[in-house]
Structures are given as C-alpha cells and as structure tokens.
C-alpha cells in the first residue's frame, strides 16, 4: 500500500477590462490542490485534510517570519518557522507526504513574495535537508527528533550555500559557510524541539 501524494495544479487567467479610458490588466492564478491515489480503496479523507492544514500552517509561519527582521546581517540566515511543519510531517506521516508539504511550500512561498528567482535556492536547501533527515529517521528515537533536525538545519544552508555558488560562479561565498552552519544547527534545533513537542501531541 502506497501513501496518497499531492498534486499542485494552477490555473492562470488574464483579464482586460476597460477603466476610466484606459486598459487596466489583472493577472490572477488561482491554485487548487488535488489529490490522488495509488492504491485500491477510498480516499483517506482525514489525512488528506491533515495535510492540507498543516500545509497552510507551514505558509502561515512562513508568511510571520517574513515580518521578523533579519537576525544577522548574512544572507541565508532566518528562523525557517516553516520548517517545523515538514519535519512533522516526515517523522508523523512519511518521507512522501513530507516531500509533497515541502514542494508545495517551496512554490507557494515563491509565489507570494514574487521572489521566483530564489525558488532554486528554497529548493536546493529543502530538498538537501529533507533527504538528510530521511537518511537519519530510522536512527533516531521519538525523544531525538531534534537531532535530526539540526542535521536538516545544516544541510538546509549549504544547500542553499552550494547553489549560490552554482548559480554566482563565485567560489568566495564559501566564506560564508561557518556562519551558516553555525547558524542552520542553531536554527534546526529550534524548529526540531518545537517539532518534536507538535508530533508528540499528536500521537496522544
């Protein structure tokens, strides 16, 4: 039996409305999520419904974090809030379900500060620290999720770290990296005690 998984599914649509003698131009996209299933039997509505809230969570604290000043003057260093809710959802439900929260995260954050030129920074980072911390699940206990998370913290900003240096061709930014791994564990284990305290609530 396979997890159900989900898929992002948008809609872009382009108005032209005439306006006190000139053409006013509305782009709107509306994004609908669906979900789909791979094994013989009813929709589990319930846990599709869970994860549809806890990914709108994982927007909601991204969105709040958005409004905090930066902690440090270097880039690539914040809090991650949204990131509490992935590594719920990997230590709660799944490897899959985590990696569906994440991608949709990713793009809707991208979406919302029109910031798409930074989706493949979110992206490197997210995807590096998800598949760390899937590779230390089976490793740590329900006590330890922070561990994992610290590790997931690490990776997140050198991912991030390595893209940049990607996409700039400038090897100098590795300068950067013990601050970022200072500060990408710091972080982790804040977000892996706050996770560990959510899916503990949630197993009762």
Known sequence: MQPAFFVLRMNYTLQISGCQGFLGYFFHFRVEFSAMIRYNRPMDLKKLLQLALLTGVSMILFLVEAQIPPLVPVPGVKLGLGNIIVV????????????????????????????????????????????????????????????????????????????????????????????????????????????QAVVARLRR
């Not at 949709?104 to 995807?127: C, D, E, H, R």
């Not at 690490?154 to 100098?172: E, I």
């Open 88 to 195: 719920c959802v990997l230590f709660y439900y799944g490897r899959r379900e985590a990696l569906a929260v994440l991608c949709v995260k990713v793009l809707l954050s991208a979406l919302l500060t029109g910031q798409m030129g930074a989706l493949i920074y979110s992206a490197a980072g997210g995807l590096l620290s998800l598949g760390v911390m899937c590779a230390v699940k089976g490793l740590v206990r329900q006590n330890q999720l922070w561990a994992a998370s610290v590790l997931g913290g690490l990776s997140h900003n050198v991912g991030q770290l390595l893209a940049a240096m990607a996409v700039s061709a400038t090897p100098g930014l590795l300068a950067y990296l013990p601050v970022l791994a200072l500060s990408g564990m710091l972080t982790g284990l804040f977000t892996g005690l706050a996770a």
